[in-house]
Structure formats: C-alpha cells, structure tokens
C-alpha cells in the first residue's frame, strides 16, 4: 500500500537568526543616557547643561533670517501626525508584501506605543519650554524629549524596520530624521538643543527593543495544524507504475 509521511510545513524552511541580545544592551545604555541627560537638566545647583542649552538657543534666535525661518516651518511640518501617516501606511503595505498581513501593525504600532510611552516621560520630567519670547510657534506639552524629533526619528525607523532595511540603514534614517527635524525646532524656538538629543536618545532605544522582540518565522504564515505531506518511496512507485516488487 502507499504510504504517506506527514511532514510539518515548516520543516524545511530556514529559520530565522534570533535577535543578538547586544540590541538590548544598546537600548539600556540610550536610557540610561537619556536618564542622565534628564537628570542634568533638572538639577538646581549646577546646570551647565541647561546654560550651554540657553546660549545656543539665544545664539540661534539672533541669527534667524526670513527664509531660514521658512525652510524651519516645512521641515518641522513633515514630523506633524498627518505628513507621517503616509510613509507609514506605504511601510505597512511593503511589510505586508514581505512578512505577511501579523506584520500590518509592526509600523503603526511602533510608532504609536513609542509616542505614548514618550509622553509619559515628557510628563513626568516636565522640563519648561525655551521663554515664549523666541517661540515663531505654539508649542504644546513639555519640553524634553522633542516630540517632533521623536516622531521623525520613530517615522524613520519604523519604515525601515517595515522595508526590511539593515540596522546600519536604519540608524542612519533615524539620525537623519532626528537631526533635521530637531535643527528646524531649535530654530522656531520652542525646544532646547538637549531635548532634540533626548528624543533621538529615546527614539533610537524604543527600535531597538521594537528590534529585540521575537520575530515570527515566515512559515507561520501557513494554516495553523496543517501538514505538508510528502510521498515515501512506495508511493512513488505506485505513481510511476512501478511498486518496487
């Protein structure tokens, strides 16, 4: 008689590295420097940090011309909610392409928990604004981390985690989104330059825990139960007429 092996589907599928747990101490150690940064900044004795933060502020408030303050209006507007959702949902789609439909939240949901445990923070460090006097646009919230360069810097990571990119592509699509959008927020005048560092600190620590999470192997994308069956020897034979007898 034939016979038939059951062989699970995904056997003779490659599976997929598991994360270094480096990403993780990397995360650690952007907290912990975030950590410090916020501790620097609220200390009522020496606060070195905090003038070197109002000298540049005040440098850069001088300086400001007509079409800097222009090029820092459309930069600072690509990290608002609705010019993010775009290359987000572009990501989606891509990392639905690529993984399949469990990796539809992977963008989104980067992002939105990044953003939600960033405004904890900024609540609960609750550093004041630079004085409202050099503000060219109403702020909301706290100072530090920047939520704008947070929200570049996780709209950028994000969509490379989506795409596939390699982490070295990755960090430097982070930097990049982090550097531009927080220059054009110093330049309006409503953020300290430590607070453009503190939310590419942050930013960069929430994707590599994002990173660091188990990825689910290419082959859970099969129907749950279902076996792959292969045919022995002898049925085979019976396919090919000949039985082996």
């Given amino acids: 008689m034939p016979v038939t092996m059951p062989v699970r589907a995904e056997a003779d599928e490659p599976r997929r590295p598991h994360r270094s747990p480096a990403v993780l101490v990397r995360a650690g150690v952007l907290l912990a420097m975030l950590a410090g940064l916020a501790a620097l900044t609220s200390r009522t004795g020496d606060r070195w940090l905090c003038d070197v933060d109002a000298r540049i502020s005040s440098l850069v408030a001088r300086r400001r011309g007509t079409a800097v303050i222009r090029a820092a209006h459309a930069v600072s507007a690509l990290a608002e909610p609705a010019a993010v959702a775009a290359p987000l949902a572009a990501a989606t789609v891509l990392a639905i ?13 980067t992002v939105i928990t990044g953003m939600a445990v960033r405004r904890g923070l900024s609540r609960m460090i609750a550093r004041p604004r630079p004085p409202a006097a050099n503000w060219l646009i109403a702020p909301e919230g706290f100072s530090l981390p920047s939520k704008h360069t947070t929200l570049a810097a996780l709209t950028a990571g994000a969509c490379a985690l989506g795409v596939g990119a390699g982490p070295h592509a990755s960090d430097r699509a982070v930097l990049v989104a982090a550097s ?43 129907w749950p139960g279902v076996d792959k069956y292969e045919p022995s020897t002898a049925s085979g034979g019976l396919l090919t007429g000949r039985t082996g007898q």
């Fill in 180 to 222: 531009g959008i927080g220059a054009s927020r110093i330049c309006l005048g409503v953020h300290w330059p430590s607070d453009v560092l503190a939310g590419w600190l942050f930013a960069a620590a929430w994707l590599d825990v994002v990173r660091a999470l188990p990825a689910r192997d290419q082959r859970s994308r099969r």
């Fill in 97 to 109: 392409q690529k993984d399949g439909w469990h990796a539809a939240f992977k963008p989104f949901g």
